[in-house]
């Protein structure tokens, strides 16, 4: 059970740190502004009620020597290299070289009260025909969705982990099972450690107080999972050594006039 909630908690802040690298910048002709409700969405965050529908406008400019058509419009959201949402939706429109084209549309965005809530980052692409990025903007998201969601059940499912594995660490110290290895009772404590900078990157988020973005996620996590392996290091030796587990004994010379074997 030990090494079920390790691999589980360690693999899950691996990827999540892994998909938070960025991709490396790629010069692309064609630019998108975005709006919605008719309010840039640069530098706010964007409140999205799943009851209301969202008027997204979107104004490409190309400023490249060819023409660059678009299929399709695609509005996701990620948290923690995890998408918890996306939308596409079919708007094929061409735009010329050194020209700007605006379209709007509307989405019914009532199936995201059970995917996400909270802050969540997200983006907003222009998909060429062959479904490749033609361009993209990014935002930050405030979904009013349920509790309940994909999001909040994914944040309950790392917090329950968490617990299970400091509860794990801390009944081995309290049992005196611990190894005797500074280094190997430091890895004991680490998944908790990695866990908890998880429960707390998706709690800030969960409570609106800061998005799961990379410049929060890299951090908090490698910062509990460091102060984890450290409490694990300085954690007293609580195995007995060998030696107190034998049990002494006394010899004598054998008469072998009274306790010899008859031949």
């Known amino acids: 059970m030990?090494?079920?909630?390790?691999a589980a908690v360690v693999s899950a802040?691996?990827?999540?740190?892994?998909?938070?690298?960025?991709?490396?910048?790629?010069?692309?002709?064609?630019a998108v502004a975005v709006t919605v409700d008719g309010q840039d969405i640069a530098g706010r965050t964007v409140t999205i009620d799943p009851a209301k529908p969202v008027e997204l406008g979107l104004t490409a400019i190309n400023r490249g020597t060819a023409p660059v058509r678009v299929r399709s419009v695609r509005v996701s959201g990620v948290a923690l290299a995890l998408t918890f949402f996306s939308y596409d939706t079919t708007i094929p429109f061409e735009v010329p070289a050194g020209a700007r084209v605006?379209?709007?549309?509307?989405?019914?965005?009532a199936e995201l009260d059970g995917q996400a809530m909270g802050l969540l980052p997200g983006s907003v692409e222009l998909l060429d025909a062959d479904r490749e990025l033609a361009a993209s903007a990014a935002l930050v998201t405030d979904i009013r969705g349920s509790f309940w969601s994909v999001y909040g059940i994914f944040g309950l499912a790392v917090l329950s982990l968490t617990a299970l594995a400091w509860a794990t660490a801390l009944l081995a110290l309290a049992r005196h099972r611990l190894p005797r290895s500074r280094a190997r009772r430091a890895l004991r404590f680490l998944p908790a450690g990695f866990g908890t900078g998880l429960t707390a990157v998706v709690t800030l988020s969960v409570l609106r107080v800061m998005p799961p973005e990379p410049a929060l996620e890299v951090?908090?996590?490698l910062g509990a999972a460091a102060i984890a392996l450290l409490l694990g290091y300085l954690t007293p030796h609580t195995q007995p050594d060998n030696d107190t587990d034998t049990i002494p004994l006394t010899t004598r010379p054998i008469d072998s006039a009274t306790e010899g074997y008859a031949g």
């Open 2 to 6: 030990r090494r079920i909630i390790t």
């Open 13 to 30: 802040a691996v990827f999540s740190l892994i998909g938070t690298i960025p991709a490396a910048a790629q010069d692309e002709p064609l």
């Open 102 to 109: 605006t379209r709007t549309l509307v989405l019914d965005l």
């Open 219 to 221: 951090p908090v996590v």
